[in-house]
């Protein structure tokens, strides 16, 4: 075997740096620079593909895998995860208006969105005097060409920058780029609270607009008054994939990162399991204390963001030895938090029959081969 000990590896013209493959390896190319999650949009545990209509004011709405889809105008949209992409990419996060406003209000906006853990900007040293640089790109396609805010701000929004991004060309895939001087004041939580959210406005109200390229403590400036009004239009489409958000001051090749690494980053913050056929599809299992309910646990795939997750669900069954009871359940949190943030303790409340028994073992699941059937847990920001 032969070894190759050098202390640097310079281009041909005597420089610091050479290339492999035609990337520049730096400390801003290596695994994980990347501080979005599910930047190509192939992750959507939350609709599997199908569209969330009616997006409507004061709603908002998960379309793919931690990126949401926040409408506060008189306006309504449409959204989900989409096969139109640019090269190098198989998915998007798109959008369409269904049903126009081409006159929002001063305090109303329209926005795709993602919120980022504190835990994962805390090396960005933001709020000091070492803040970094950051810089954000994507590729985007829109029916309106014109002017969008694109930008982040902390958790309550005291903090803002953005800057304005033209789409030159309508209906073309475009990249985009914006960098962003690292802050050396404001509040940026390092822990699992909301560190910072990267934000594209599609439509932004005058309370809301100010200078670009600055950082202002104004709430929620996200915009300028250059800001094309996308909600206005009806019909109007965008489609945004390959945002990456990562330091420095340039933008480098996107980070695509293995799916099952991808899904079970975005599994720290929401977990679903869906019906898929057969008579008996075990989810967990519990043990009866009372006539009609049992305590029991459900494992989590990852470990969650926090043990307080939230949790919904349609259409659980208990298998009571050879008997299925189908009657109406109610499935939920027992008020615990979650073990080591991967084990949640439930209770389930059987309202039919037959009657449970004390320290009877039971099983949960479905019994249904509908998606419709589910369980999640929610963690997001």
Do not use: M, R
């Given at each position: 075997m032969s070894t190759i000990a050098?202390?640097?590896?310079?281009?041909?013209?005597?420089?610091?740096t050479t290339s492999i493959n035609n990337t520049t390896p730096n400390v801003n190319n290596v695994v994980g620079k990347n501080l979005i999650i599910n930047g190509a949009m192939r992750i959507d545990q939350h609709n599997a593909g199908s569209a969330v209509t009616g997006i409507t004011i004061s709603t908002s709405a998960f379309i793919v895998d931690r990126f949401k889809m926040v409408n506060q105008t008189d306006g309504q949209v449409t959204a989900q995860q989409s096969t139109t992409a640019p090269d190098g990419f198989t998915n998007s996060f798109y959008a369409t208006v269904t049903t126009p406003d081409s006159s929002i209000g001063s305090t109303q906006y329209t926005q795709i969105s993602q919120r980022i853990e504190g835990n994962n900007i805390s090396h960005l040293?933001?709020?000091?005097?070492?803040?970094?640089?950051?810089?954000?790109?994507?590729?985007v396609r829109s029916s309106l060409t014109g002017t969008y805010g694109v930008g982040v701000y902390n958790y309550n929004g005291s903090y803002c920058y953005f800057s304005d991004v033209t789409i030159n060309a309508a209906d073309t895939w475009e990249k985009k780029t914006v960098t962003i001087t690292g802050p050396t004041s404001g509040t940026w939580y390092t822990d699992n609270l909301l560190g910072l959210e990267f934000h594209i406005s599609l439509g932004t109200g005058s309370?809301?607009?100010?200078?670009?390229?600055?950082?202002?403590?104004s709430s929620f400036i996200v915009a300028s008054s250059n800001q094309a009004n996308w909600i206005g239009t009806s019909g109007a489409t965008f489609y945004i994939t390959g945002v990456q958000l990562e330091v420095g001051e340039s933008?480098?090749?996107f980070e695509h990162r293995p799916y099952s690494t991808e899904l079970s980053m975005c599994q720290r913050y929401y977990q679903i399991v869906r019906a898929h056929g057969g008579t008996r599809q075990l989810v967990g299992l519990g043990y009866g204390?009372?006539?009609?309910?049992?305590?029991?646990?459900?494992?989590?795939?990852?470990?969650?963001r926090t043990n307080q997750p939230t949790m919904s669900y349609n259409g659980v069954c208990l298998f009571l030895g050879s008997t299925v009871d189908t009657n109406t359940i109610v499935f939920g949190l027992n008020n615990y938090p979650a073990v080591n943030h991967t084990v949640i303790p439930i209770n389930v409340d059987n309202t039919g029959s037959p009657a449970i028994g004390s320290r009877d073992c039971i099983a949960y699941g479905f019994t249904s081969g509908t998606s419709a059937d589910y369980i999640d847990v929610d963690a997001e920001l």
């Open positions: 050098v202390n640097a590896i310079t281009d041909a013209n005597g420089g610091n040293g933001w709020g000091t005097s070492n803040a970094k640089t950051i810089t954000v790109s994507f590729w309370s809301y607009q100010g200078t670009a390229d600055a950082w202002t403590t933008a480098t090749e204390y009372d006539a009609d309910d049992i305590f029991g646990l459900y494992y989590l795939t990852v470990p969650l």
